[in-house]
């Protein structure tokens, strides 16, 4: 009993509070795990930018399979013209000469694509082939590239040399 009193008293005349020292030791530790933890956060908004580019992309193939069934097996709208390989892809009009610019689904989907990725692009469409390449967010030098041929992978390179100048399919 003599022993408990002995600690309460001394407990008591203890002065309470944080030296700053303490204080500053506390401070450093939480800013070394914010930063951990902003980097990791940062890197997983890349990851999944390129996620969304992979996935509207083969929503992409889904709807010109679509395109294609609807008009006569073209990738071209009736009256509609082949272009090379351009960049950016062209953007949804309603009247355009090809799927990419026709097809509202399409041109959403490429759209959304280039919007989650690097924001570069570079598209091909003809009458039987068809490709999409948009830059990822991971590395700004790979390409997700799609095309008519069933590909669909990352090619280490921009967008516009991704897809193959002469055979038009992804690289």
Do not use: Q
């Not at 009247?95 to 097809?103: A, E, I, Y």
């Amino acid at each position: 009993l003599n022993l408990l009193l002995k600690i309460i008293l001394w407990c008591m005349n203890y002065k309470k509070g944080f030296t700053l020292i303490e204080l500053l030791v506390v401070v450093a530790i939480i800013g070394i795990l914010a930063s951990v933890i902003l980097s990791s956060l940062s890197n997983a908004r890349a990851k999944g930018g390129d996620a969304a580019v992979k996935s509207n992309l083969n929503i992409v193939r889904a709807h010109s399979e679509i395109f294609a069934s609807n008009n006569g097996y073209s990738y071209l709208p009736a009256g509609g013209s082949a272009f090379g390989i351009t960049s950016p892809c062209p953007a949804y009009s309603g009247v355009g000469t090809n799927m990419l610019s026709r097809d509202p689904n399409i041109s959403a989907a490429v759209a959304e694509a280039i919007n989650r990725g690097s924001g570069v692009s570079s598209c091909y469409n003809s009458a039987t082939r068809w490709a999409v390449a948009v830059g990822l967010k991971t590395n700004a030098n790979n390409s997700w590239c799609i095309d008519s041929a069933g590909n669909s992978k990352i090619v280490a390179s921009v967008p516009g040399s991704a897809i193959n100048a002469s055979t038009f399919v992804c690289n």
